[in-house]
Nanobody, 116 residues
């Protein structure tokens, strides 16, 4: 059974940084593509970033490009999202997703709040 657990969220001032972690069990993250999504209150869940299983490619939403970086540590079976220059509009619950054999697995999310 796949389990994804996000952590690292919190309250930060605009311009600050946070690093989110997504620890996986039941599957090896190096075998699958991993993504980060976010959902703000009253809004649809939106894509933030992805990393391919080989880590050869990454991709970002335009709204976070140049500020966020997705990485993976295969030894720790964990994917990270480094978030710099945070803005109030980055406030949301952040979720990681594993795409494995045609199935999507989601964590329960971690809250990020950016104050102005």
């Amino acid at each position: 059974q796949v389990q994804l657990v996000e952590s690292g969220g919190g309250l930060v001032q605009a311009g600050g940084s946070l690093r989110l972690s997504c620890a996986a069990s039941g599957r090896t993250v190096s075998t699958y593509a991993m993504s980060w999504f976010r959902q703000a209150p009253g809004k649809e869940r939106e894509f933030v970033a992805f990393i391919t299983r080989s880590a050869a490619s990454t991709g970002y939403a335009d709204s976070v490009k140049g500020r966020f970086t997705i990485t993976r540590d295969n030894g720790k079976n964990t994917v990270y999202l480094q978030m710099n220059s945070l803005k109030p509009e980055d406030t949301a619950t952040y979720y990681c997703k594993m795409t494995a054999n045609g199935n999507d697995y989601w964590g329960r999310g971690t809250q990020v709040t950016v104050s102005s």
